[in-house]
């Protein structure tokens, strides 16, 4: 009795219980910095300029690519090219929690992020160092 309820256990775990991937094309869709949360909201002008300097950021598309092999590649999409420009290889640990980003030459630790979240088609990074710098991605296909 007690292995057929172990192997019915295994069953659910494994229908019900799929861990959400990291290893997908995400485009990044919004970037927020510790700039954006000093300035606030005091001055109507302000707010104007940061809406003009979020807007241009959004005219070339960023995405990251995160592969089997815990290695990635970052690049910008331009829009009238079929190939990309801008690519940046390196290697990644992600344990779930933390999101780890290495150098390819020295396999040195360049970059932590706290995953906030990583659900369906979003993913929301936070900066280790400076939580106020946040970066929401979408899932590509």
Not at 78 to 96: A, E, P, Q, V
Request: hydrophobic share 35%; net charge positive.
């Amino acid at each position: 009795m007690k292995p057929l309820a172990a192997v019915l256990f295994l069953l659910l775990i494994c229908t019900f219980g799929k861990a959400q991937s990291l290893i997908g094309r995400w485009q990044l869709t919004k970037q927020t910095s510790c700039l954006d949360d000093k300035m606030g909201s005091e001055d109507e002008s302000i707010q104007e300029l940061i809406d003009e300097k979020s807007g241009m950021s959004a005219a070339t598309p960023q995405v990251i690519e995160f592969k089997k092999d815990n290695s990635g590649e970052e690049n910008t999409r331009i829009l009238n090219k079929k190939k990309t420009s801008n690519n940046k290889s390196f290697l990644y640990k992600f344990d779930g929690a933390n999101l780890y980003i290495l150098d390819k030459k020295s396999r040195t630790l360049s970059e932590t992020y706290t995953v906030d979240r990583l659900e369906g088609e979003s993913l929301i990074l936070s900066n280790s160092g400076r939580a106020c710098e946040t970066k929401i991605f979408v899932r590509l296909k």
